[in-house]
């Protein structure tokens, strides 16, 4: 029956096939040129051992996987963007979900408050990070002083928590915008008549936050979830860059980070090769989560 | 008429122009040849003017100089022109990037091409060390370019206020003079950690103190080489270093912040870095300075300290022409007088015998003593096989692990020895990687 219904509004909708082919071809031609033929290359590199010129290229199977596989530093990059992919990801949520709700509340002004929450979205992930490293750096930062001042040994050049901790706010404060837009409209798309209702019915603000706005947010919420972890796991290249570079001894290296250093510093083709296919299997796992359980769950018409 | 009009009369006047100017007689055109380059910011503009020169001192070639980003952007840039046989001619790519140049099987020895084109350049003459780093099997491979060292910079004012007339010769007696400084108030800080680090206190310790960093002297002999730096002095090097940071005689700049900017501003009262700072400090300080040679351990007779920087490669694949124009503009780099000038707008050593002497005889260094401290430094004594060079494959790469685990020493993670053991171990596969990759090539 819904496939009847689809097949009827495409029919609708284009009678003839050659104009929708020729309105996707653009994008086609995008993601052939700067997605597949690279996904392709990487995935052949990815078994061979060969010098950066590929004029001496050797077949060496699996190799560039089993050495992944057992390297110390692989191990620590996917623990490390593990642990920061989570953290980003519930403080991100949790500070965009309280700025929701407190815009959602204000009637006076809201445009101007959307407007400085969104604000980070349009800076450059590199001099977002660079601004944090500079507030947060122990030896001239503004923020570092006031934290020393409050007796916090504070230093992210030698302390690897420090320095995860610098990364994941600089990623967050970058990021924070876009989960609060998602939440933002979710909260207006709640049924006003709930709403009120549950004040009739003598709920405080916050009573109808948790118990109305939040679960109906919920698929929202795990949209944003799956966004997130994209995000940590492939977007942040440009803030490590910034901030840390990976360091001190490899704290923030996540994998994105590791991928560029060992292909594009260290020239070592094969491991960058084999790293960003494993990312690559990565990816779509998480487009087919999001497909098979988010999609179907976030209904946009509302 | 309106703008229209006036606008497609115009592209039409243009078009014409363009197609007169490229109908005339090809010989009156110079060969056009580019060259990728890694030198930003006021150095850039000081290859500008180098090319400049080169293009008005006659008028049958024209080099083309392209700023391609940082050194590791240059020579990927140059990877991915390669493999889509669109190469420049020619290419600064940086001192580590050495081995994979040479057997890139991607570029001309230009040794051959200049003999080849008749150019008769003095290669005797080049400067040890700096011709020792860019060679093979006795043969220049690659044209040295901005070359320069590792020397001490200090604070006039911060010594003297401490009562020393400049810093000591020897680390121990230096580390004296720097917790003095720092006991008595005068600075925040002694000294400040260089960026390449890497390269001012591990390599170049280890050639100055004459110490083994790996065998088949340092690389030059072989792919089979091995790092053995974790038995030598640079363990406790290691130790000192973490000692200072941990003491808070030395302070680590970080992201944000250039460590050249705390030694100029008067915070930090020395800082180990390359000579090619001079052309930053001397326009940004607002403090006393002054240089001198880089310490070495007690007891020890210091050797030459030896190179970093970049050279220029040829690449293959040119036309005949391209070639011509390419051993032209690199003979007129060679010449003492070009060599001069660049020494003087730059800060890099000189690279040749005549061009160190043609500078001297002009009394340039009576005014500018700091800037001889590199030379004289990578001319003392008779190199041996400890401080001739590194010649090691995926060289970039083992310098990336040897930093990542000196990081472990300073965040109390490991202890020096531990942390340079498994340097060494993860060196030695990455090493092994590159002969397995070249073997029987070198």
Not at chain 2, 75 to 88: E, F, Q, S
């Amino acid at each position: 029956m819904a496939a009847a219904i689809e097949s009827g509004l495409k029919r609708a909708h284009f009678k003839d096939v050659r104009l929708p082919v020729l309105l996707l071809l653009p994008q086609l031609a995008i993601l052939l040129f700067f997605f597949f033929i690279p996904s392709f290359r990487a995935l052949g590199q990815a078994f061979f051992l060969s010098d950066p010129f590929g004029n001496t290229v050797h077949f060496v199977g699996f190799d560039n996987f089993a050495q992944l596989l057992q390297s110390d530093t692989y191990h620590e990059s996917v623990q490390v963007t593990v642990v920061f992919t989570i953290l980003q990801n519930l403080l991100t949520i949790a500070v965009a979900l309280v700025l929701a709700f407190a815009s959602d509340r204000v009637i006076r002004g809201r445009g101007i408050y959307k407007a400085i929450i969104l604000l980070p979205y349009a800076i450059a992930p590199v001099i977002a990070g660079i601004l944090w490293a500079f507030l947060f750096n122990p030896a001239v930062g503004p923020l570092a002083q006031v934290l020393h001042a409050l007796g916090l040994a504070w230093d992210p050049n030698r302390v690897g928590s420090d320095a995860m901790i610098l990364v994941i706010l600089a990623a967050s404060w970058k990021h924070v915008c876009y989960d609060y837009i998602f939440l933002l409209a979710g909260l207006l798309a709640v049924p006003s008549s709930l709403m009120e209702a549950a004040a009739v019915d003598g709920a405080g603000p916050l009573r109808r936050f948790f118990t109305i706005g939040l679960p109906l947010l919920m698929p929202t919420m795990f949209f944003l979830a799956v966004m997130n972890f994209v995000y940590g796991f492939f977007e942040i290249f440009a803030i490590v860059d910034a901030v840390t570079q990976g360091g001190p001894a490899g704290a923030t290296n996540v994998l994105v980070f590791k991928v560029y250093v060992d292909g594009f510093i260290n020239l070592d083709l094969g491991s960058s090769a084999a790293q960003s296919v494993i990312l690559m299997i990565f990816a779509l796992l998480m487009t087919l989560l999001q497909f098979r359980y988010v999609e179907r769950r976030v209904s946009y018409d509302v | 008429m309106n703008i229209q009009r006036r606008s497609t009369l115009a592209m039409l006047a243009l078009s014409s122009t363009l197609w007169l100017a490229s109908a005339t007689p090809a010989a009156a055109q110079p060969v056009q040849v580019q060259w990728w380059h890694a030198m930003g910011g006021a150095l850039g503009e000081r290859v500008e003017e180098l090319v400049k020169n080169f293009n008005s001192s006659q008028n049958k070639y024209a080099v083309t100089a392209v700023y391609k980003g940082n050194y590791d952007e240059v020579i990927n840039g140059t990877i991915a022109a390669y493999r889509a046989k669109r190469a420049p001619a020619l290419v600064q790519i940086y001192e580590r990037g050495f081995m994979t140049m040479l057997l890139s099987d991607a570029t001309m020895p230009v040794q051959d091409l200049l003999d080849q084109r008749g150019f008769k350049v003095d290669w005797a003459d080049f400067v040890k060390p700096v011709a020792g780093f860019y060679s093979y099997k006795g043969k220049l491979m690659t044209m040295p370019f901005n070359s320069s060292s590792p020397i001490l910079w200090y604070n006039k004012a911060h010594f003297e206020k401490a009562g020393f007339a400049k810093p000591a010769e020897t680390w121990q007696e230096l580390e004296k003079q720097l917790y003095a400084i720092k006991q008595k108030g005068i600075s925040a800080c002694g000294s400040v950690l260089a960026g390449d680090y890497h390269w001012s206190l591990l390599e170049n310790y280890s050639a100055i103190n004459d110490l083994p960093y790996a065998t088949k002297a340092n690389g030059y002999q072989g792919l089979d080489t091995e790092f053995v730096y974790n038995n030598t002095s640079v363990v406790s090097q290691v130790a000192r270093i973490k000692k200072w940071i941990d003491d808070d005689v030395m302070q680590i700049a970080g992201q944000g912040l250039s460590p050249e900017q705390l030694f100029t501003s008067g915070k930090c009262s020395t800082y180990f870095a390359s000579t090619a700072a001079h052309s930053g400090i001397e326009r940004e300080s607002k403090i006393d300075w002054s240089a001198t040679y880089l310490p070495w351990e007690e007891g020890k007779q210091p050797k030459n300290s030896t190179i970093g920087g970049a050279s220029l490669w040829v690449m293959k694949g040119q036309k005949p022409a391209e070639y011509e124009a390419v051993a032209a503009f690199l003979d007129y780099l060679a010449k003492p007088e070009t060599q001069f000038w660049w020494v003087k707008a730059t800060g890099y050593v000189p690279l040749t015998n005549k061009a160190y002497e043609l500078a001297r005889s002009q009394g340039y260094y009576k005014d500018h003593a700091t800037r001889e401290i590199a030379i004289l430094q990578l001319t003392r004594g008779t190199p041996t096989a400890n401080s001739t060079g590194f010649h090691f494959g995926n060289f970039t790469q083992t310098m990336m692990a040897q930093r990542d685990e000196f990081q472990n020493v300073v965040a109390g993670k490991k202890t020096p020895q531990v942390a340079m053991d498994d340097a060494v171990k993860r060196g030695n596969e990455i090493l092994r990687q590159y002969e397995k990759l070249n073997k029987g090539r070198y």
